[in-house]
């Protein structure tokens, strides 16, 4: 009985410690936040872990599904902090993370959603309007972009038609469209803005 005891306070502790790969829309990535000067954002990583370049730094700068990469203004303030790749530890409150489907965007968001095509734009794939749907509110000033349409699971299974459709540049697309199921694009990129 003790030895229970003992495991299940452990269980208990366990699942109260925080989660340090949250996303925390208007805040930052776990213990990364907007406020933070690059000076402090690099004593949370090792040393070979920061990189910089000429709009910001990178955190966890070899590890890409940790990687963080966060943009300056002129006077060192965080503009933006974004994760980018297929797959990553990086999640939020609901589960959206790197590789998360148009499907289960559309289950969380409780509505369709309209996105961009999956083009050559420069704004090919980002979700521009939830629709009024719970996601709005639980993700200000994010930005989820879909990857290009080869990246998606049913990629393989569309004609040349609907290459085509999902691939023209500047068309908006909704994620209730069969098409859109069908293709069921993943988050490639989540951008937070201050």
């Known amino acids: 009985m003790k030895r229970f005891l003992v495991l299940f306070a452990l269980a208990v502790a366990g699942s109260a410690a925080p989660d340090r790969y949250r996303i925390l829309p208007g805040r930052g990535f776990g213990p990364f936040t907007s406020k933070m000067s690059p000076t402090q954002l690099e004593k949370l990583v090792r040393p070979e872990e920061f990189g910089t370049n000429e709009t910001g730094v990178t955190l966890?700068?070899?590890?890409?599904?940790k990687r963080i990469s966060v943009t300056l203004d002129k006077q060192k303030h965080i503009r933006s902090m974004e994760v980018h790749g297929y797959e990553g530890v990086w999640h939020t409150a609901e589960g959206i993370g790197l590789g998360t489907s148009l499907t289960t965007l559309e289950k969380l968001n409780g509505r369709p959603f309209r996105f961009r095509s999956l083009g050559m734009s420069e704004d090919a794939g980002s979700i521009e309007d939830w629709n009024g749907g719970r996601l709005a509110r639980l993700?200000?000033?994010?930005?989820?972009?879909?990857?290009?349409?080869?990246?998606s699971k049913g990629y393989g299974a569309l004609n040349e038609a609907e290459h085509q459709q999902v691939e023209a540049d500047g068309k908006m697309l909704t994620s209730s469209d069969p098409l859109a199921h069908k293709l069921n694009p993943i988050v490639e990129t989540i951008r937070l803005d201050f």
């Not at 966890?60 to 599904?65: E, I, L, N, R, T």
């Open 139 to 151: 993700l200000p000033h994010t930005r989820l972009t879909f990857a290009s349409a080869m990246h």
């Open 60 to 65: 966890y700068f070899m590890d890409p599904p």
